[in-house]
């Protein structure tokens, strides 16, 4: 093994590249310094370079084109540059099939039939041809630098392409990362080769985000920007919850049960419906595990927010009722045409329907996909009508039902 190839590999291992990707970039470079020392603009140089022995060997590649005429040209030169002066007194960019019909011929990349032909006679129309390129002697001194610069810029390029094909395949997952710091509403989580970026609204508010905390996060987008990979993360997706459901649960990631739905106030509470065809699996004691150790994990993975797990089922009013835990339900009515459901409980389960600021039944609403209307059986009154005579009351007795019920229902 040459000099040059340990070099190679050892670039290789520090960077994470293939040989094939370090090789191709260093034949840029060397067609660059050619170009630059030896060259001229119009050639489309490529290089073969052998590391073991240091050869290396030059070609202008050029793609053969039909014969058009000098005057051709220069009237097609012409008339673009006539439209595209009409395209930008309309305030745009001209397109390409504006100038589709016009005849073209790029020196640098093709070369005309009747030129290919001195070349070699059997050439034809749409043939490849590789003229081989005599190399004078060693590069100059800015030959040499521009190969340096080629291959900074293009060992950068695959460094970036790599991690972005790496985290392209993790879209829509959840990945755990670790706080660098906050510039402004905007947090940047180290996640190992690249940073992403936490903006306000995909925040909880509640929640402190210290550099150096390590939590996980769900995976919006990535896209390649102009200095990398950018990658957009989440704590506040009802996906972060879904995703983390079945990193926790096998029943959930094998498919045995499934997430039917998620309806989330991130931060403060879930409603997670399951469901499992298997009859003999409890799809809500699944998630819950042994004395709540699965949920009492995916609870503390999302700082603390409380789950409320429902057992799904196809029947409206058995899942409306199920949906408002953990108050109980005395009778539901449906209206199928507008896709309300009048909800009656008693009187002491009422605030703990409604819930704090009305979070529980907005979110079995959510959960549902129906508009629920709750009544009081005792006094008659509606939602609207409670929250809007004394929210402050409703508000502070739901909390304290929800927490004297808590140890009664499926909410860990």
């Known amino acids: 093994?040459?000099?040059?190839?340990?070099?190679?590999?050892?670039?290789?291992?520090?960077?994470?590249?293939?040989?094939?990707?370090?090789?191709?970039?260093?034949?840029?470079?060397?067609?660059?310094?050619?170009?630059?020392?030896?060259?001229?603009?119009?050639?489309?140089?490529?290089?073969?370079?052998?590391?073991?022995?240091?050869?290396?060997?030059?070609?202008?590649?050029?793609?053969?084109?039909?014969?058009?005429?000098?005057?051709?040209?220069?009237?097609?030169?012409?008339?673009?540059?006539?439209?595209?002066?009409?395209?930008?007194?309309?305030?745009?960019?001209?397109?390409?099939?504006?100038?589709?019909?016009?005849?073209?011929?790029?020196?640098?990349?093709?070369?005309?039939?009747?030129?290919?032909?001195?070349?070699?006679?059997?050439?034809?129309?749409?043939?490849?041809?590789?003229?081989?390129?005599?190399?004078?002697?060693?590069?100059?001194?800015?030959?040499?630098?521009?190969?340096?610069?080629?291959?900074?810029?293009?060992?950068?390029?695959?460094?970036?392409?790599?991690?972005?094909?790496?985290?392209?395949?993790?879209?829509?997952?959840?990945?755990?990362?670790?706080?660098?710091?906050?510039?402004?509403?905007?947090?940047?989580?180290?996640?190992?080769?690249?940073?992403?970026?936490?903006?306000?609204?995909?925040?909880?508010?509640?929640?402190?985000?210290?550099?150096?905390a390590r939590m996980k996060f769900f995976v919006i987008s990535v896209n390649m920007g102009q200095r990398g990979p950018e990658i957009l993360l989440s704590r506040s997706s009802s996906k972060l919850v879904e995703e983390i459901f079945k990193q926790e649960i096998p029943e959930i990631e094998s498919g045995v049960v499934q997430i039917k739905g998620v309806a989330r106030d991130a931060g403060y509470r879930s409603k997670v419906a399951v469901f499992t065809e298997d009859e003999a699996i409890d799809p809500v004691g699944a998630c819950i595990g042994q004395r709540g150790s699965r949920i009492n994990t995916i609870i503390e993975e999302l700082g603390g927010e409380k789950i409320d797990i429902i057992d799904f089922s196809s029947d409206a009013v058995s899942y409306i009722s199920k949906a408002l835990s953990p108050a109980k339900v005395s009778e539901v009515e449906l209206n199928e045409v507008e896709k309300t459901a009048n909800v009656s409980v008693t009187s002491d389960q009422f605030s703990l329907a409604i819930g704090r600021g009305g979070q529980n039944v907005r979110l079995a609403s959510e959960l549902t996909g129906w508009k629920i209307n709750l009544i009081d059986l005792s006094g008659g009154q509606t939602l609207e009508e409670a929250v809007g005579e004394a929210p402050a009351q409703v508000e502070a007795e739901a909390e304290t039902e929800e927490v004297a019920s808590e140890v009664q229902t499926e909410n860990v």
């Open 1 to 212: 093994m040459s000099e040059i190839t340990k070099a190679m590999q050892l670039l290789c291992d520090e960077k994470g590249l293939s040989y094939e990707a370090v090789l191709e970039t260093i034949e840029t470079a060397l067609a660059a310094a050619y170009r630059k020392d030896f060259g001229n603009k119009q050639q489309n140089i490529k290089v073969k370079f052998d590391p073991e022995t240091a050869d290396m060997h030059a070609w202008d590649v050029k793609t053969v084109v039909e014969d058009v005429e000098e005057e051709v040209l220069l009237k097609a030169q012409e008339e673009l540059t006539a439209r595209r002066e009409q395209a930008r007194e309309e305030g745009r960019e001209l397109t390409e099939e504006e100038t589709a019909d016009l005849p073209r011929f790029n020196p640098k990349t093709e070369l005309m039939l009747t030129a290919a032909k001195e070349i070699n006679k059997k050439t034809k129309v749409g043939d490849v041809l590789e003229i081989p390129l005599e190399i004078s002697g060693a590069f100059g001194r800015m030959a040499a630098q521009t190969a340096k610069q080629v291959i900074i810029q293009k060992v950068r390029e695959a460094e970036r392409n790599m991690v972005f094909g790496d985290f392209k395949g993790q879209e829509g997952q959840v990945i755990m990362g670790t706080i660098q710091r906050a510039e402004g509403r905007k947090v940047l989580v180290d996640l190992g080769k690249v940073s992403g970026v936490l903006f306000g609204e995909q925040q909880i508010d509640r929640e402190n985000y210290r550099p150096g």
